[in-house]
């Protein structure tokens, strides 16, 4: 659905960061997540997609479209097909809700009545039927974003560009979202493509995700691998400071273990068996469990006290352990 | 001494509609000529989508020089042209164009600002829809700057009203030139007063309807 194949993007002044040499693939139907620190070339990158920003070098390709050498109409036309959330929402504070959401109707030439019906679904779908009169300012943030998630997808967009969708939102109203998204992409079959700082959306709703660092693409796989198998420097760097990664615990006197276990090992009763049968003590020194799209994930840094090697035995029969 | 027995009502009369008519017509031309300029200046200024260096400075460069001439000077000056433009330079016909050129520029800086306002996200988004440049412009920039827009219109016309006031070097009269001969020159002290205080009810008229208007557009 969307290729960048050697994409370049510099810029003589100032602005957004530039990129270098990105070639990545994103699937039709899939959540492709990108994460990186601010400054990392994550917006460069998604204003790449609708041609918001153009490549310097390389080519980007969506839809079957070259974004780079679209004429103005073509340009346009691709828009249509690419909605676009940003994290300020971006609304017109001058017109209501239901306004906002026949913006693109209108500017696409939608008829009147046609645009009527259309609107009245959208309400719906965002669950938002009962505000279609009100003005933006006098929503909440999380039913700010259902009105630019409507406006996006109003024109049958086949893929959604979130910019930072959630991070003016808190965390009940972020999983709101999250799951209004991850629903359109169910339904519609919507492309989605999320840039985001926050671990927890990619983690959440992301098929496969992207680390851009420095305007450099370091790593880019289905998510469990990229959380819990890091292979560049910068991914392990990026997980540890977002409270994903694991500190270190030079200070325990044992050996220092990690376990990373998905799927069904999640539901055993990991610790307790490996300490009975391995007669080894066992300090949980930090770790989650948590959830992907995918399913559940847990990684656990333990200490371990007594026979070392008999319990790293028996704890890799539940989980990789590093 | 203060009588008001000696006030010429009809002289007063005739003054009043001299400035209403001036400025009626001068605010129209005003925003006619100011509304698309301040557009441009902003769709040239740096990050939108008609950015250009050269245009903008260039644009900023007329309209600073523009502003920065004196409203008398500028009166004079453009007597050639005023005549070319509209057959005079005299009357209130003949005051026309220079308060237009006097206030359009003030005015266009007045709309780039107002435009300012607007979100960089709301641009984008407008933009990521596949608008054009008009739907840009229509359905979005003009729509959402509307208050600062309005308030700028309320500012120029309350300029306007003072600018009128010289326009009796060109005989084109109205209540700020009845107040300098007679009032003034003449030390007729209650033509003063009364012209005096028809401008700043005419003054105060404009400003609470000009408020009422951005309060009406104001949805944030």
């Known amino acids: ?322 | 001494m203060i009588d008001f027995d000696s006030i010429d009502w009809s002289d007063i009369g005739q003054a009043t509609l001299d400035t209403l008519a001036m400025l009626s017509g001068s605010l129209i031309l005003t925003v006619a000529i100011g509304l698309p300029l301040g557009v441009v200046l902003f769709l040239a200024s740096p990050g939108q989508v008609w950015a250009n260096r050269v245009a903008h400075l260039g644009l900023s460069l007329v309209v600073n020089l523009l502003r920065s001439v004196p409203f008398i000077i500028l009166l004079i000056v453009m007597i050639p042209l005023t005549v070319a433009l509209v057959g005079t330079s005299l009357g209130v016909v003949g005051a026309i164009p220079p308060l237009v050129v006097a206030a359009a520029p003030f005015f266009a800086r007045l709309v780039e600002l107002a435009l300012r306002e607007v979100g960089r996200d709301t641009i984008e988004a407008v933009t990521a829809m596949g608008a054009t440049t008009r739907d840009l412009v229509l359905r979005a920039l003009i729509p959402e700057a509307m208050p600062g827009i309005l308030a700028g219109i309320t500012v120029t016309a309350v300029a306007l009203v003072s600018f009128t006031a010289m326009a009796g070097v060109v005989g084109a009269g109205g209540l700020g030139d009845l107040a300098i001969r007679f009032g003034y020159q003449r030390f007729q002290t209650d033509v003063m007063i009364v012209t005096v205080v028809l401008l700043l009810i005419l003054v105060q008229l404009l400003q609470m309807a000009g408020d009422r208007l951005v309060r009406h557009f104001s949805r944030r």
Do not use: W
Request: charged share 20%.
């Open chain 1, 1 to 322: 659905m969307i290729q960048f194949e050697s994409v370049a993007k510099t810029f003589t002044t100032g602005g957004l960061p530039a990129l270098h040499d990105v070639t990545l693939s994103i699937a039709a139907s899939e959540i492709f997540g990108v994460i990186g620190r601010s400054g990392a070339g994550k917006s460069t990158l998604v204003r790449l997609i609708n041609g918001l920003e153009r490549p310097s070098s390389g080519r980007v390709v969506v839809d079957g479209q070259d974004v780079g050498a679209a004429r103005p109409a073509d340009m346009r036309a691709l828009r249509r097909r690419v909605g676009m959330i940003f994290q300020q929402f971006g609304l017109l504070s001058s017109a209501t809700v239901a306004d906002n959401m026949a913006l693109p109707l209108r500017i696409a030439g939608v008829p009147a009545d046609a645009r009527k019906a259309r609107v009245a679904d959208l309400l719906d779908r965002v669950g938002l039927a009962a505000h279609g009169h009100k003005y933006p300012g006098q929503l909440s943030g999380g039913q700010k974003q259902r009105v630019g998630i409507a406006r996006a997808i109003a024109g049958d967009a086949r893929i959604l560009l979130c910019d930072e969708a959630t991070s003016a939102l808190d965390p009940e109203t972020t999983r709101d979202i999250l799951s209004l998204i991850a629903d359109l992409n169910r339904d519609l079959g919507l492309t989605i493509v999320m840039i985001t700082h926050e671990m927890e959306v990619v983690r959440e709703v992301c098929d496969r995700v992207a680390v851009l660092d420095a305007g450099r693409l370091v790593e880019t796989g289905p998510v469990a691998d990229i959380f819990l198998r890091p292979q560049a420097a910068e991914t392990r760097r990026l997980l540890a400071q977002a409270g994903e990664g694991h500190a270190d615990h030079a200070d325990f006197p044992g050996r220092v273990v990690r376990l990373t276990f998905e799927g069904d090992a999640i539901a055993q009763p990991v610790l307790t068996r490996v300490a009975r049968e391995t007669g080894v003590d066992l300090v949980v020194l930090g770790g989650h469990i948590g959830r992907f799209r995918q399913g559940r994930y847990g990684q656990l840094t333990l200490g371990v006290t007594g026979d070392a090697e008999a319990a790293v035995a028996a704890l890799a029969t539940y989980g990789a352990v590093s």
